[in-house]
């Protein structure tokens, strides 16, 4: 079993589709890391041997955010903007959509369950 930043890569999948598992990585830039190593996209992960393993992983680690160190960064982002009192800050603080979505009907992803509110 091929594991590449902390997470282990299902066996049976290509390796393309495979490395879309690892947080911070889709199926551009996993073809773009398999494609600078030199692997072929149809590729099995339990065909690759330890060497391709470790280009891709050393590919990986060397040129791109994933995992622990994204979320972290994602995640003091949206601190900083909620710090700052930015109308974004103010909608992640308060839990409601972030992105010009309206709230009147829809948002209850965002907003939780209804509270009900003046009933006897």
Sequence with gaps: ???IAGVDLPKKK???YALTYIYGIGLKTSRDILKSVDISFDKRVFDLSED???????KIQS???VEGD???KVTMDI???MDLGSYRGLRHRKGLPVRGQTTKNNARTRKGKKKTVGSK
């Design 70 to 72: 994204l979320r972290k």
């Design 63 to 65: 040129d791109y955010m």
């Design 14 to 16: 290509r390796v393309e």
């Design 1 to 3: 079993m091929a594991r």
């Design 79 to 81: 601190k900083a903007l």
């Design 52 to 58: 391709e393993v470790s280009k891709i992983a050393k």
